[in-house]
């Protein structure tokens, strides 16, 4: 490869990294950030697998947040205290490393090889840093094709690493302000401002926008069965089926706590048919989830409805209009019997 090719394959890296850097500004939602943060990591860096670890403050340990490669999935319990395994090591000392031969370097961990069945050979990692404040680390594992990474590979990683711990500050400061602590989805406050935005960019741009609103069959049944202890721990497993299913989906939808046990979902440029396709995988979820509360398995299900632009345009001259028919929605299901999802219809 003359020079005048290396130069062009460098640009087109870091138009990748700016590229990826674009997406980091354009969205608060820390799941759908880091994923894609890694994956154009791997892509950019040429590497079989990237991961990112969060610090635990409060146990000094670092975690598993984001994965990608092969048997990922396995790595999700695996902790590493701070100073521990090459990751530990650089938490500790707020240093990159670039680690030629894991095999030969007496800091590599090598449970975690064990534990997901993948060989790691090389591997770059670098802290994530904040303002002096070490939040986690990122790494990336085995250049492709056998081949080894350079110091051009570190210095473009470290960059992406900056934005990342730029990007999750962020997201954790957004998130103190606006979710709902009991539940992890976010305030009604927050979810009506956002309704409200997307309804203007509605009828701006006529993107279709669509909104869930569930109510949990029967749930003063829960409270009078195992009190309101046992219907908070209840609202709190749903509330995780529902982000669940949302993150899974990798579209902008966020989740929301209406009122006491009403959940909403907020859906930008989602038709009616996707609408109603999420909102049965939502109940179908709950319906098949193992609810535990006090030792004993509680049944719960719930109903869903939907109102949607440009279906209902007719009906809606408000943002509060499209809770309004997704509410009314909700005496659909009722009539149906509950545990079902109806879009609104006069």
Known sequence: MNDIEKLQKQLKKLYEVLDANRYLSSTLNLTLVL????????????????????????????????????????????????????????????????????????????????????QTRSMICVPLIYRKRVLGTIQVLNKTNDRNFDQEDLKIFQIMADQAAIAIENARLHNLATIDHATGLYRKEYFLMRLKDEYLRYQYTGMPLSLLMSDIDHFKRVNT??????????????????????????EEDIAGRYGGEEFCVLMPTANQKRALELAEEIRKRIEQHQFFIDGREARITISIGISNLPLHKDLIKDYEDLIKLADEALYICKDKGRNCCAIYEK
């Open 225 to 250: 069965e195992y009190g309101h202890i046992g219907g908070d721990i209840a609202l709190k497993e749903l509330a995780k089926v529902i982000l669940s299913v949302i993150n899974e989906s990798k």
């Open 35 to 118: 994923e894609r943060l890694l994956e154009k990591a791997k892509e950019v860096i040429e590497a079989e697998a990237s991961s990112l670890m969060l610090l635990d403050e409060e146990k000094q340990e670092l975690y598993f947040h984001t994965v990608l490669g092969e048997k990922s999935e396995k790595l999700k319990n695996i902790r590493l205290k701070v100073g521990e395994g090459i990751s530990g090591w650089v938490a500790k000392n707020a240093e990159p490393v670039l680690v030629e031969d894991c095999s030969k370097d007496p800091r590599f961990y090598r449970k975690a090889d064990e534990t997901s069945g993948f």
